[in-house]
């Protein structure tokens, strides 16, 4: 695996590149983790016939803090990275692949990646704007954890837990540690652009999108209505319906990597 340093209007960016020289997929990850969350994909059988990339948000990971918050912990400055990455790497045809906030940002940059083979996203329900969340979201007492600026090391263990199927009590240190690193500022525009016009109406793109989508599930997720997707009009939606992955909750890539990996690598292959 290549790891390289670009710089972007928000501060240094790190990028991890798999060895596979196949078609490129991009992945983007979740609030308050990095591009460690894809090492199965990055490490793993998918990352060694594909080229896979997986980077780190800024205010996350081993990329700098934003320099200036205000304007990079949103919708908008996180597209704006994505597509400086993508041409930086010059991948802007790759497939596009976001999970969680990673799926928002994916969302929110598909206007304006024309080039795009498809999208990809896990662990995301498109949003309308004002959005309704308690139609998308199930009720979690970890919720209000993706708006809190500072966390505590229990309150950080909460949250990589409510990502996990449910049960799971062996929680991999990293994610704890890349929970408590995260730039708490991050978490806190979250917050502060929902209630405003700061992102594009996902429910809009996804029913005018040209590319192929594909929409991957946990079947035993937490946090996402999974009901809610049947309320969606997503007229290019692979195989014609979201692909649901068994025993796993908010984490399928990580939680059954094999099957995950099979999905997207089958969506990648299709699309080209």
Same mark, same amino acid.
């Given at each position: 695996m $290549?790891?390289?340093?670009l710089?972007?209007?928000?501060?240094?960016?790190?990028?991890?590149?798999?060895?596979?020289?196949?078609?490129?997929?991009?992945?983007?990850?979740?609030?308050?983790?990095?591009?460690?969350?894809?090492?199965?994909?990055?490490?793993?059988?998918?990352?060694?016939?594909?080229?896979?990339?997986?980077?780190?948000?800024?205010?996350?990971?081993?990329?700098?803090?934003?320099?200036?918050?205000?304007?990079?912990?949103?919708?908008?400055?996180?597209?704006?990275? *994505?597509?400086?990455?993508?041409?930086?790497?010059?991948?802007?045809?790759?497939?596009?692949?976001?999970?969680?906030?990673?799926?928002?940002?994916?969302?929110?940059?598909?206007?304006?990646?024309?080039?795009? $083979?498809?999208?990809?996203?896990?662990?995301?329900?498109?949003?309308?704007?004002?959005?309704?969340?308690?139609?998308?979201?199930?009720?979690?007492?970890?919720?209000?954890?993706?708006?809190?600026?500072?966390?505590?090391e229990?309150?950080?263990?909460?949250?990589?837990?409510?990502?996990?199927?449910?049960?799971?009590?062996?929680?991999?240190?990293?994610m704890?540690?890349?929970?408590?690193?995260? @730039?708490?500022?991050?978490?806190?525009?979250?917050?502060?652009?929902?209630?405003?016009?700061?992102?594009?109406?996902?429910?809009e793109i996804?029913?005018?999108?040209?590319?192929?989508?594909?929409? *991957?599930?946990?079947?035993?997720?937490? *946090?996402?209505?999974?009901?809610?997707?049947?309320?969606?009009?997503?007229?290019?939606?692979?195989?014609?319906?979201?692909?649901?992955?068994? @025993?796993?909750?908010?984490?399928?890539?990580?939680?059954?990597a094999?099957?995950?990996?099979? *999905?997207?690598?089958a969506?990648?292959? @299709?699309?080209?």
């Amino acid at each position: 695996m $290549k790891t390289t340093t670009l710089q972007s209007q928000a501060g240094k960016i790190v990028c991890h590149d798999s060895e596979g020289t196949g078609p490129a997929l991009v992945l983007v990850h979740g609030n308050s983790a990095s591009s460690q969350a894809f090492a199965k994909q990055l490490g793993g059988t998918l990352g060694k016939t594909h080229r896979v990339i997986a980077f780190d948000l800024p205010g996350h990971g081993a990329s700098d803090d934003a320099r200036d918050p205000a304007a990079t912990y949103n919708m908008p400055g996180y597209a704006r990275v *994505l597509r400086e990455v993508a041409a930086q790497l010059g991948v802007e045809d790759a497939v596009f692949a976001g999970w969680s906030l990673g799926g928002h940002i994916v969302l929110e940059a598909a206007p304006d990646l024309p080039r795009a $083979k498809g999208f990809v996203i896990f662990g995301t329900p498109p949003l309308p704007f004002p959005p309704v969340m308690e139609n998308a979201f199930l009720p979690s007492k970890t919720n209000a954890y993706i708006f809190t600026r500072d966390l505590t090391e229990e309150q950080a263990r909460a949250f990589v837990a409510s990502a996990f199927k449910p049960g799971v009590t062996d929680l991999p240190r990293e994610m704890i540690d890349e929970v408590l690193r995260t @730039d708490g500022r991050a978490r806190e525009q979250l917050a502060a652009q929902i209630s405003t016009s700061g992102f594009r109406d996902e429910v809009e793109i996804v029913a005018n999108l040209k590319q192929p989508l594909a929409v *991957l599930h946990g079947a035993q997720e937490q *946090l996402i209505n999974g009901v809610y997707f049947d309320t969606l009009t997503m007229p290019t939606l692979w195989r014609g319906k979201v692909q649901v992955i068994d @025993d796993a909750g908010h984490l399928p890539h990580w939680e059954q990597a094999d099957k995950f990996n099979a *999905l997207i690598g089958a969506f990648v292959d @299709d699309v080209q």
